[in-house]
Every structure is written in C-alpha cells, then in structure tokens.
C-alpha cells in the first residue's frame, strides 16, 4: 500500500552534513506519522526522530536533537532528515518507516548508508 525509498547516504567527514530523503509513494493519505531509525553494524535499531505526516510536528531522540532536522514536502511526498555536526557515531543504516498511527511502523524502506569518518 506504501512503498518508501531512502537516498542520500554517502561517505562525510565528521563535522559535516548531509540530507537524507525519503520519498513515499502508494496510500500516502492513510499516514500519520513518518520516523527515521538508524542500525550501526552489530548494533540495534536506534529511533532517531519521527514527524507528523499532516501536521509536521517533529519528535527527537535525545542522542541527536540539535543536530538533525526531520522536515516534509507534503506534496512531494518526501521526507527529510538533515543532519549536521556528524559524528563517528552517527555512522549506520539510516531507515525511513511509516504508519497510520503514533508508533504503527508498517511500512520500512530499504536504508540508506551513512558513513562518518574521523
């Protein structure tokens, strides 16, 4: 019903930036809330941020606020996750995952690289 595709993810140099996006396609009208995880090898699934799909109110994990910035094109379809001062441990997976409610991830993309060398 919703597909997700993440792009963006490359090799930065720490203190850098980068932008994440993660386009949607299919029953996007049926979405609340659109989140940003994140997986560094041999780690577990991290929550990074989440955003209202409607509304565009955002939500940070703690490990990144003040430095990353989730944000939404509603008419593209997209969603966004700016991050900046990148650090070594902001090196993982970057996945984008969506849902008809607050915490309903129904629908994953299938991530997106992120490298941060030191």
């Known amino acids: 019903q919703v597909q997700l595709v993440e792009s963006g993810g490359r090799l930065v140099q720490a203190g850098g930036s980068l932008r994440l996006s993660c386009a949607a396609s299919?029953?996007?009208?049926?979405?609340?809330?659109v989140g940003w995880f994140r997986q560094a090898p041999e780690k577990a699934r991290e929550f990074v941020g989440r955003i209202n799909w409607s509304a565009g109110s955002t939500y940070y994990a703690d490990s990144v606020k003040g430095r990353f910035t989730i944000s939404r094109d509603y008419a593209q379809n997209t969603v966004y996750l700016q991050m900046i001062k990148l650090k070594a441990e902001d090196t993982a997976v970057y996945y984008c995952a969506a849902g008809p409610g607050q915490y309903d991830y129904l629908y994953w993309g299938q991530g997106t690289k992120v490298t941060v060398s030191s």
């Open positions: 299919g029953r996007t009208s049926s979405l609340f809330a």
